[in-house]
Every structure is written in C-alpha cells, then in structure tokens.
C-alpha cells in the first residue's frame, strides 16, 4: 500500500502498525471472553476439587456456581482497576510504554493459569490470573484505541479506532475455536485453552521493537524533534509532517499539563464530552452484546436447539460479528459519526424487542427459533455499525491532549462497570421475566440514539480542537 500523495491517508507503516497492535494487545482481550463457555464444566468441577482439596471443605452445587460466578467476574474486577490506573500509566510512560506494560501483566496471567494445575492446585491462582488478565485488558481499552488515532493522519482517525473492535470480534472467534473439545476444551486441557492468548501477545511484544511513540504524547513531553521524526516516518513527506507537528504544537501550547481523573469530572466545560464518552460505553456493553456472548448457548437451547448444535450456532455468530467489524473500517471512513450512531442505535433496540418476544412465542411456533438467529444476525450487523466500534476512539476525537487520558480511562472504567452489572443482573432478570430481560437492552439503545441525536458533534474529519469548544456549554450545547 502506498503512501498517498499529500502525506496522508493509509501507507505501509500505519498498517502495519493497526494489525501488530491489534493481534498483540486487542487480540488477547477479546479471547478471554470468547474462552471461558466452552469448558465452563470442567473448570467448574476442578474448582470445587480444588476448593476441597485446600480447605477440607465440600461445596454444593449451589456454592460451585457461586465459585464459578466469581471466577468469572473476577475479569471485570480487574478491568474496573485496571481502568483506573490507566490515566497515570499513559501520562507517565506514554502509549508505548503502557501497551508494553501490558504485555508483561498479560504474561503474569498466563503463568498463573499454568502453575494453578501443574505445580498447586489452586483455585486462587486462577483467580488471580484472571484478575491480572481483566487489569490488561482495561489498559488496552483506554491506551490502544488513543496510541492508533494519534498515529493516524485526522481523516483516519475512525478508521484506525474500528481496529479495537476488529481485535476483541477476532479474538472471540479464535477463542471460541480453541475452546472446543475437539482441541483444548476437554477436562485434561482446559488451561490450555485459557493460557492460548499468550501466543498473540508475544507476537505483538516482538512487534513492539518497531512501534514509534505517539507524536502528541511526545509533544506534550516537549520531545519536539522525536515528534517530528515519528511522523516524517508516518507520512513520509516533510510538508506534511511539519503542517501536522505545527498543528499539534498550536493545540499544545497554553494547553494545560496532563489532567488527572479528579481534574477532568471537576472541569465543568468538560462535563459534557464525558457524559458523551462514558454514555457510549455504557450503552455498548448495555445493548446486549455480553449478555449475548455469556449466554448465547443457552439462549439457543432455550429456543430448542440441542446443545452441540447451540455450540456451533453461537461460534457462526461470533464470526459474523468479526467480519461485520472489518466492515467498520470502510463504514467509519466514509459515513459521519453521527449518522452511523443513531442507526446503529435504533437497529439494536428494533432487534433486541423482536428478539424478547420472538424467544417468548419460540415453544408455541417452532419456527421462531430460526426468527431469532436472524435477528441476532442482524443485532451484531447492526451493533457493528458504531455502536461497536466507535465507544473505543471517540474520546480521542472529542478531546484534546491534555484530559484525553484520563476520559479514555473513565470511558474504559464505565465499559467494565456496565460489563459487570450485565453479567451479575442478566440472569436473574431472565429468570424472573425471561425473555423480556432483553427489553432492558432495547430501552439502552433508545437512550443512546436520544442522546446521539441532541448532543454528539460530528467529529468526521475534524480535529479535537476543532470539536472541543462545541460541548463546553454542557446540557445547553448546540449541535454543529
């Protein structure tokens, strides 16, 4: 792929840089997800072997899953720390340093879900592992998708940030493969199956050798000339490099220093690009995307399908929502924001309330359950319009360098709390009102196009700075 003639546009390097990034960071995170269905019974029955063997006690089936429900949840806890800390980990080490700060608490995570099996056998040790695993994946939430976009030239910036999602779609795929029975989801090779994602890591921790630091980061550390040479190196022509290192020096300059957490919530002109931020990354996990993943099998069976039919039915699934998440590359750089965000919105509540009664009606017409496939179909084409991707770069569109970090962090920490809530909630909803648990979903997704259709400016081929001053009349922002 060659470099465009004005210096912007996608070249080589830039591409190279999106795929190493996603398959080494991005790739990991949504493996852990997609890895966790399959062997669920047999982690569960060497958990409470485990549980006896340390504490001489024998759990009921009840407790086990409470054990297995902690095992589980434990990912999101990591994540909510993860999220936390991610503010202070860019400011002080930068995208690259943090991204390879990942790699090394992924690697701790796949030591422990080694030595719980092999050397003791213990529950605690999984526990941790997939706490550590949870801590990387909010770091890659809030650093990847920043470090792509202040890569790429503005006109890419959607783009670039599609790779988060094509990344967690993709690893979810790769996951749900690995975990079959016909590979590592068996009772003698579980850990197998959970520790795979080291593989991808490792690839991007060689890759990383060859990762620049972002212009903007290196700027704002006044690394003025590092910044240059980074995107002489990106955009291969001088003039272009000098017109971008002299707008991100004009943004820079009487900016203030990298904005903590506490300094972001409190800075009232901000208020609204944060509700904005957050708003979508509460509405992404709270459109039923995890309530899909988590209990896909079991909405399959529910609707009558055997269980190894419901198997291959929810990987068919998880398929499409990667080769829908590709599309977002071409989606995000030829339509606006906007647009895109509001059907996607108003798409996923249509197939979500379709869905609720299409489950409900299932045993009475047997051919509803065929209904539902398509309507999941058509809930991940649509949820991979935007809501899908865009939760993950809009923050880098929205906001200046100084408080960038610190948003990508709360919208990463809003990510993982929603995550949290839906997997604690959704089957206690759907054991009270069964299917129309997924009316909440459908009610989320209105709120999001509501507030899309009031608040968003577009943020296609314009710059933060540009985009900034647009929300910092909070609630009384007018749209432009």
Wanted: neutral net charge; proline residues 3%; charged residues 10%.
């Amino acid at each position: 792929m060659n470099q465009d003639t004005d210096g912007g546009g996608w070249c080589s390097i830039l591409l190279f840089l999106c795929i190493a990034v996603t398959i080494g960071s991005v790739l990991p995170v949504g493996y852990c997800f997609g890895v966790m269905n399959a062997p669920a019974e047999f982690i569960k029955t060497w958990a409470a072997e485990s549980f006896n063997t340390h504490y001489s006690t024998q759990l009921s089936d009840g407790q086990t899953t409470l054990l297995w429900a902690i095992i589980v949840s434990v990912f999101q806890i990591g994540g909510i720390i993860g999220s936390l800390c991610a503010a202070s980990l860019n400011t002080r080490f930068g995208r690259r340093g943090t991204l390879r700060i990942t790699d090394f608490i992924f690697t701790m995570s796949f030591l422990l879900f080694l030595l719980c099996r092999y050397i003791v056998k213990s529950v605690e040790m999984l526990l941790l592992g997939r706490l550590l695993g949870g801590v990387a994946s909010a770091l890659v939430y809030s650093t990847q998708p920043m470090y792509l976009v202040e890569l790429a030239p503005p006109e890419l910036s959607g783009s670039v940030g599609v790779f988060t999602c094509i990344g967690i779609t993709g690893g979810v795929v790769v996951g749900q493969l690995l975990s079959f029975d016909f590979v590592w989801g068996t009772k003698e090779h579980w850990h197998w199956a959970l520790s795979a994602f080291i593989i991808f890591v490792w690839i991007g921790s060689l890759c990383s050798c060859f990762y620049p630091e972002s212009p903007r980061f290196l700027v704002a550390k006044g690394r003025k000339e590092e910044a240059k040479m980074v995107l002489q190196h990106l955009r291969g022509l001088d003039q272009r490099a000098e017109k971008e290192l002299a707008q991100i020096e004009a943004a820079a300059h009487g900016a203030e220093p990298s904005m903590s957490i506490k300094d972001v919530v409190c800075n009232g002109k901000l208020q609204m690009a944060i509700i904005l931020v957050c708003s979508f990354h509460f509405v992404q996990q709270g459109s039923g995307i995890n309530a899909i993943w988590f209990y896909s099998v079991a909405t399959f069976t529910d609707a009558g399908f055997s269980t190894s039919v419901a198997l291959w039915l929810n990987f068919a699934l998880g398929v499409l929502n990667f080769l829908a998440a590709l599309c977002g590359v071409v989606l995000m750089a030829k339509f606006d924001r906007r647009l895109m965000m509001m059907l996607s919105c108003i798409l996923s509540s249509l197939f979500m309330l379709l869905l609720s009664f299409g489950l409900h009606f299932a045993d009475v017409f047997k051919w509803l359950a065929y209904f539902c496939i398509i309507l999941l179909a058509l809930y991940m084409l649509s949820f991979n319009m935007a809501l899908g991707p865009m939760p993950y770069f809009i923050g880098s569109e929205l906001f200046v360098i100084s408080p960038r970090a610190a948003v990508m962090a709360l919208g990463s920490l809003s990510n993982w709390i929603m995550n949290f809530v839906i997997g604690m909630i959704f089957p206690i909803l759907s054991d009270s009102i069964g299917s129309f648990a997924f009316l909440v979903f459908a009610v989320i997704c209105v709120y999001g196009f509501l507030l899309t259709y009031r608040y968003l400016p577009e943020t296609r081929n314009r710059t933060p700075e540009d985009v900034a001053p647009l929300m910092e009349n909070g609630f009384k922002s007018k749209i432009k």
